[in-house]
């Protein structure tokens, strides 16, 4: 039976899993990576970090099975979204940190070093904008590259090749300049729907007119799965493969998410996706919507056509810390350092115990607005920051657990303010589908079932985001005549939690509050600016 190995690039580590054709995940391995914060608005990466972290992940998943290299037919990727790779002419790193240090070559999906250029972009209103939420995020290729252009002109006059990072890596293992459907629409301004997917008179109003021919990049990118080549001798000598496996052009991460959770749902009956929600939430939680047709949905990224499957529409709202948030609130507090790697392990342990001891409410009076590195959805606005009401005079480890217990219900309340937006344009979202850490932690899951109204659906103890990737590099390997064929073949079941009634009440008022909060943040700040 043919093999297929996907590979994961989060904003952490690599992650790779050995699947058999059928979409079962036999194994999986993973490396760590490091994130460079020089600042706090700045996120950078070593690009030949990265590859070295995938060989290593790639060789283990394949030892820990003893599959025969010839076995494994088909191979893709899927990476952090706009991470962008920038390369010189000889295909050497150029730095996009002020240190000039080179080895800082990666800008990581989450550094928000461009929000003047993004606000530049959103000021031109063109129509681009539609298709991005109608506001331009500094997480997006183009204020990015903006930005290295204007503060870093040596790098920018360098510059051969600009990367998203999936598309990085699968030229590194095929040799391909192609460049996925998928990062080019959802992150570089790309049209897909229009004849010309490069909106030129976009870039140049904003200052950038040389960005495709800089970058690198083709006048028309590769479907989702499309077979990019064989593996290059030298790739398959670095990864213990062979040359016979195919790279299947890759795709972003949460979007691979989606394929796996989302992708085999309704085949035949595309409009049945309306009730569904995929959410990929580890760091931070992506909220990716399919249709037939395109809807546009203020402060949510899309539509994007072609993205995951062909001939359907993408929406994305997203949330930039929620498992971030959780990590920095345990870190903020000195009972909660003391913690060490069990952190999250105690916390919640202690909660069960104060929710038995004083109910299920747990601190009503304390209440958390999310939005400690901006609000991307559905209110588009980067520069909101994070609110915390109802703070005591008590720094024990039993306040840290309320605070955590709160911010926990203030993620899920997110999460319902996304899909209410998107109900609102045409959806009818009743089902949520998960995957990433946060199907880890019972607390969070409590909360998107009861505090939404949803159904949540997780996968148990598959990888929907790995599995999406195996989908395309199933696709590449020709084991399936389409994407959604083999989305349909490789589908796994998951199971079920329905939401408690019981607890309606009490999330609604909360929830009631959480928009309040919103509207007082945004009070304050117009008094601040005037």
Same mark, same amino acid.
């Given at each position: 039976?043919a093999?297929?190995?996907a590979?994961?690039?989060?904003?952490?580590s690599?992650r790779?899993?050995?699947f058999?054709e059928?979409?079962?995940l036999?194994?999986?391995?993973?490396h760590p990576i490091?994130?460079h914060?020089?600042?706090?608005?700045r996120?950078?990466q070593?690009?030949?970090?990265?590859?070295?972290a995938?060989?290593?992940?790639?060789?283990?998943v394949?030892r820990?099975?003893?599959?025969?290299?010839e076995?494994?037919r088909?191979l893709?990727?899927?990476?952090?979204?706009?991470?962008?790779?920038?390369?010189?002419?000889?295909?050497?790193?150029?730095?996009?940190?002020?240190?000039?240090?080179?080895?800082w070559?990666?800008?990581?999906?989450?550094?928000?070093?461009?929000?003047?250029?993004?606000?530049?972009c959103?000021a031109?209103?063109?129509?681009v904008?539609?298709?991005?939420?109608?506001?331009?995020?500094?997480e997006?290729?183009?204020?990015?590259?903006?930005?290295?252009?204007?503060?870093?002109?040596a790098?920018?006059a360098?510059v051969?090749r600009?990367?998203?990072?999936?598309?990085?890596?699968?030229?590194k293992?095929?040799?391909?300049?192609a460049r996925?459907q998928c990062?080019?629409t959802?992150?570089?301004?790309?049209?897909?729907?229009?004849?010309e997917?490069?909106?030129?008179?976009?870039l140049?109003?904003?200052?950038?007119?040389?960005m495709v021919e800089?970058?690198?990049?083709?006048?028309?990118?590769?479907?989702?799965?499309?077979?990019?080549?064989?593996?290059?001798?030298?790739?398959?000598?670095?990864?213990?493969?062979?040359p016979?496996?195919?790279?299947?052009?890759g795709l972003?991460d949460?979007?691979?998410?989606?394929l796996g959770l989302l992708?085999?749902?309704?085949?035949?009956?595309?409009?049945?996706?309306?009730r569904?929600l995929?959410?990929?939430?580890?760091?931070?939680?992506?909220h990716m919507?399919?249709s037939?047709?395109?809807?546009h949905?203020?402060?949510?990224?899309g539509p994007y056509?072609g993205?995951?499957?062909?001939?359907?529409?993408?929406?994305?709202?997203?949330?930039?810390?929620?498992?971030a948030l959780?990590?920095?609130?345990?870190?903020?507090?000195?009972a909660?350092?003391?913690l060490g790697e069990?952190?999250h392990v105690?916390?919640?342990a202690?909660?069960?115990?104060l929710?038995?001891a004083?109910?299920?409410?747990?601190a009503?009076r304390?209440h958390?607005l999310p939005d400690?590195h901006?609000?991307?959805?559905?209110l588009?606005d980067p520069?909101?920051?994070? #609110?915390?009401? *109802?703070? +005591?005079?008590?720094?024990?480890?039993? $306040?840290?657990c309320?605070?955590y217990?709160r &911010?926990a219900? /203030?993620v899920?309340?997110?999460?319902?303010?996304?899909?209410?937006a998107?109900?609102?344009?045409?959806y009818?979202?009743d089902?949520l589908?998960?995957a990433?850490?946060?199907?880890?932690?019972?607390l969070l899951?409590e909360?998107y079932?009861?505090a939404?109204?949803?159904?949540?659906?997780?996968?148990g103890?598959?990888?929907? #985001?790995l599995? *999406?990737? +195996?989908?395309a590099?199933a696709?590449? $390997?020709?084991?399936?005549p389409?994407?959604? &064929?083999?989305? /349909?073949?490789?589908?796994r079941?998951?199971?079920?939690?329905?939401?408690d009634?019981?607890?309606r009440?009490?999330?609604d008022r909360a929830y009631?509050v959480?928009?309040?909060?919103?509207e007082?943040?945004?009070?304050i700040?117009?008094?601040l600016?005037?």
């Open positions: 039976m093999k297929l190995i590979v994961d690039v989060g904003t952490a690599v790779a899993g050995l058999a059928d979409g079962r036999l194994a999986r391995h993973s490091t994130l914060r020089p600042a706090a608005d996120a950078e070593d690009c030949r970090e990265i590859w070295e995938v060989v290593r992940s790639v060789r283990e394949r820990e099975t003893g599959v025969p290299a076995e494994v088909g893709s990727f899927d990476a952090t979204s706009c991470t962008l790779v920038l390369l010189d002419r000889e295909d050497r790193p150029l730095p996009v940190s002020e240190d000039g240090d080179p080895r070559n990666t800008l990581v999906w989450m550094d928000h070093r461009a929000i003047a250029e993004a606000e530049r959103t031109t209103g063109h129509e904008l539609r298709h991005v939420g109608g506001v331009m995020s500094p997006m290729a183009v204020p990015k590259l903006l930005w290295i252009k204007h503060h870093l002109p790098s920018w360098a051969a600009v990367f998203d990072l999936a598309d990085y890596l699968t030229w293992a095929s040799g391909s300049p996925s990062t080019l959802c992150k570089w301004s790309y049209l897909a729907h229009r004849p997917g490069w909106q030129r008179d976009f140049a109003e904003v200052g950038l007119p040389e800089k970058a690198g990049l083709p006048e028309r990118p590769a479907a989702v799965g499309e077979d990019l080549g064989p593996l290059s001798e030298e790739a398959a000598r670095q990864l213990g493969l062979t016979a496996c195919r790279v299947g052009a972003i949460a979007h691979a998410g989606a992708g085999g749902i309704a085949p035949e009956r595309p409009e049945l996706l309306d569904h995929a959410l990929i939430a580890g760091t931070s939680t992506c919507a399919m037939p047709e395109p809807r949905v203020f402060g949510v990224w056509f993205v995951v499957l062909p001939d359907l529409w993408l929406n994305e709202g997203g949330q930039p810390a929620t498992g959780l990590d920095h609130i345990i870190a903020w507090s000195a909660g350092a003391a069990a952190a105690r916390i919640l202690r909660i069960a115990e929710r038995r004083e109910g299920e409410d747990l009503p304390l958390v400690f901006g609000n991307r959805s559905p588009a520069h909101a920051l994070g #609110v915390i009401s *109802g703070l +005591a005079l008590d720094h024990s480890f039993d $306040a840290l309320r605070l217990y &911010t219900l /203030a899920a309340l997110g999460t319902r303010h996304i899909i209410e998107l109900n609102r344009e045409g009818a979202i089902t589908h998960l990433g850490g946060h199907t880890r932690n019972p899951m909360f079932a009861d939404t109204g949803c159904r949540v659906v997780t996968p103890e598959e990888d929907p #985001v599995l *999406g990737t +195996a989908i590099a696709t590449a $390997a020709g084991l399936h389409e994407l959604a &064929t083999a989305a /349909a073949a490789m589908r079941e998951g199971t079920v939690r329905a939401p009634p019981r607890r009440r009490s999330h009631r959480f928009l309040a909060m919103h007082h943040r945004r009070a700040d117009s008094l600016a005037g």
